[in-house]
C-alpha cells in the first residue's frame, strides 16, 4: 500500500540538542510539507518542498531545519535554537496538478511524530 | 493575514441526526477550500475539496457547501454515525499567499448511539 510513513512515533529531546524526524513517501508525489499542530489550534507550516533539492520556509520555520535529496524523503531536524519544541508533526505529501502546481490537490498525511522535551 | 475560524467547542449529536460544521475565513479569498477528518493521534485524511466557483459538494454522506459572499463553508455529515466521531479540519488555499493551504483548529465531532 503507498503511503507516508514518519518516524518515531514518540521522541524525547535534551536541552540542547538537535534531534531529526523522518518522513518516507511512496506515492511518487512531488511536493512534500511539514507541519506542527499544538493542542487546539491549527496546523501551521514549517517547511515545504516541490521538488527534489529545493524547499521554502512555511510560517514557522525559525529553529528547524530540512533536506530534499531523495523525492521519497523529506526528513525535519528540530534544532536546539527552537525553543517551544514539543508539539505533534505531521508530514505530508500532494502531486502536482495538471497546471504544474500542487495547489489544488488534497495532501496525503503521515501518522505524526510526538515530540516532548525531557 | 488569514484568519480562519472553526468552532472550537465539541459538536455532540445524536445518532442518526444531522452534524453541521463551520468554517468561517476573513480577508483574503480563497482559490480552493478543503475538508480533512483527524482522529487521536493520527494524521488528517482528505474528505472533500470545492472551488471559489463551486457553491456545494457532495460526497456519500458528506456534504460542503462555500458561500463565497459570507466567507463561509458549512460541512453536513447526515445519517450521523459513532463512527463518524473525530475532529473534522478546514484548510482555506489562498492564492494571494502563496498557494499554501492555511488550516482552521478544527471541530471535535462526537455521535452518540
Known amino acids: 500500500d503507498g503511503g507516508i510513513t514518519q518516524s518515531p512515533k514518540y521522541l524525547f529531546r535534551k536541552e540542547g540538542q538537535n534531534v531529526t524526524l523522518s518522513c518516507e513517501q511512496n506515492l511518487n508525489h512531488d511536493a512534500m510539507y511539514w507541519y506542527r499542530q499544538d493542542p487546539g489550534q491549527g496546523l501551521r507550516l514549517i517547511y515545504y518542498?516541490?521538488?527534489?533539492?529545493?524547499?521554502q520556509k512555511g510560517d514557522i520555520a525559525e529553529g528547524y531545519s530540512v533536506s530534499r535529496e531523495k523525492k521519497e524523503s523529506f526528513p525535519l531536524t528540530v534544532t536546539s535554537a527552537q525553543k517551544n519544541p514539543t508539539a505533534f508533526y505531521l508530514c505530508?505529501?500532494?502531486?502536482?496538478?495538471?497546471?504544474?502546481?500542487?495547489?489544488?490537490?488534497?495532501?496525503?498525511f503521515g501518522d505524526g511524530t510526538r515530540l516532548s522535551i525531557l | 493575514s488569514q484568519k480562519i475560524e472553526q468552532n472550537s467547542e465539541a459538536l455532540n449529536i445524536q445518532e442518526g441526526k444531522t452534524a453541521t460544521l463551520t468554517c468561517n475565513y476573513t480577508n483574503y479569498s480563497p482559490a480552493y477550500l478543503q475538508w480533512y477528518r483527524q482522529d487521536p493521534g493520527r494524521g488528517p485524511v482528505f474528505l472533500l475539496l470545492?472551488?471559489?466557483?463551486?457553491k456545494e459538494k457532495r460526497k456519500e454522506r458528506l456534504k460542503v457547501t462555500f458561500d463565497t459572499t459570507l466567507k463561509q463553508s458549512l460541512f453536513h455529515i447526515t445519517a450521523s454515525q459513532p463512527a463518524d466521531s473525530a475532529t473534522y479540519l478546514c484548510?482555506?488555499?489562498?492564492?494571494?499567499?502563496?498557494?499554501?493551504?492555511?488550516f482552521g483548529g478544527g471541530t471535535r465531532v462526537l455521535v452518540k448511539p
Open positions: 484548510a482555506l488555499l489562498i492564492k494571494a499567499a502563496g498557494n499554501k493551504l492555511t
Open positions: 518542498s516541490q521538488i527534489v533539492n529545493d524547499f
Open positions: 470545492i472551488r471559489e466557483n463551486e
Open positions: 505530508a505529501s500532494s502531486k502536482h496538478s495538471m497546471g504544474g502546481t500542487t495547489s489544488n490537490q488534497p495532501q496525503h
